[in-house]
């Protein structure tokens, strides 16, 4: 069993357009020439799947703006079924949040999926801790990018020392923070995020982490709070995997976050 904690998906209609603007961000600002591993569609998704031998793909839809809070869940429900389980989408200035959790929660997800820099809100900010409390109040996951973002140049909101504040108040053990911890700032994830109760996931850090952080990072934190992830389209699953049988995790550990510990978080 193999499922990917962390892909990305986007309808028909946009779905082009929306990767060549983000791979036009990472070209302009950091020289990145990115290969996409698929198209971005639920479609193409599927067939990815397939061929990567992944069993379940969890999306996680981002909401850029609060007007977006209906059309992404409306298609986050859409295409959900028993290949591809949707977080749910919503900003942090959205109004009513309370009453649009217990929404997000009465409609099946499990969690939702939060971007500082793209949601333009510190994660230190009031109104981003009071909705992942709210969300974790109500037994939501919320899943969050830590750390730098490909794209986007500094000051980061999602800077590691504004995970850290936010950590201190909310509940950690529903918070899954991607990229192992904190995208290319992952020494200071092992100096302040390692004592936290929040997962990890793997995603797209294959190509940017040293293996040998990456293994004491595993170690460090537990196998546990470790959630296979891949980031698709912007890293194959089969790339992340390759990575982590580098790291020559023990069997245990392999199963508990290529499939267990996600199977746990979702109830299955």
Same mark, same amino acid.
């Given at each position: 069993m193999l499922i990917d904690f962390h892909v990305h998906t986007f309808p028909e209609s946009i779905a082009e357009k929306t990767l060549q603007l983000l791979l036009g961000n990472m070209r302009?600002?950091?020289?990145?020439?990115?290969?996409?591993?698929?198209?971005?569609?639920?479609?193409?998704?599927?067939?990815?799947?397939?061929?990567?031998?992944?069993?379940?793909?969890?999306?996680?839809?981002i909401a850029t703006k609060p007007s977006q809070y209906d059309s992404i869940n409306k298609f986050a429900r859409s295409i959900t079924n028993d290949k591809i389980i949707s977080f749910g989408a919503i900003h942090p200035r959205n109004t009513d949040i309370e009453y649009k959790i217990c929404e997000l929660k009465e409609q099946g997800f499990k969690g939702i999926k939060l971007h500082p820099d793209y949601q333009d809100t510190n994660a230190d900010d009031d109104e981003f801790i009071n909705l992942v409390k709210c969300a974790t109040e109500k037994g939501m996951y919320v899943t969050i990018h830590a750390g730098h973002d490909t794209g986007i140049l500094p000051p980061f909101k999602g800077d590691?020392?504004?995970?850290?504040?936010?950590?201190?108040?909310?509940?950690?053990?529903?918070?899954? @923070?991607?990229? %192992?911890?904190?995208? +290319?700032?992952?020494?200071?994830?092992?100096?302040? !995020?390692?004592?936290?109760? &929040?997962?990890?996931?793997?995603?797209?850090?294959?190509?940017?982490?040293?293996?040998?952080q990456y293994r004491r990072i595993i170690e460090n934190h537990g196998a546990d709070r470790i959630l296979f992830g891949s980031d698709?389209?912007?890293?194959?699953?089969?790339?992340? @995997?390759?990575? %982590?049988?580098?790291? +020559?995790?023990?069997?245990?550990?392999?199963?508990? !976050?290529?499939?267990?510990? &996600?199977?746990?978080?979702?109830?299955?």
């Open positions: 302009d600002t950091y020289n990145i020439d990115q290969t996409l591993s698929y198209g971005g569609t639920p479609h193409l998704l599927l067939e990815s799947m397939k061929e990567n031998d992944v069993d379940i793909s969890v999306t996680m839809p590691i020392m504004r995970i850290r504040k936010m950590l201190d108040k909310v509940d950690n053990s529903f918070i899954i @923070l991607a990229h %192992m911890g904190g995208f +290319n700032q992952w020494n200071e994830v092992e100096k302040y !995020i390692i004592n936290s109760k &929040a997962y990890f996931d793997l995603s797209v850090v294959s190509r940017f982490m040293d293996i040998n698709m389209p912007w890293e194959s699953p089969v790339d992340t @995997l390759e990575f %982590m049988k580098k790291a +020559n995790v023990s069997d245990t550990d392999f199963e508990l !976050i290529t499939h267990k510990n &996600a199977e746990r978080i979702l109830g299955m």
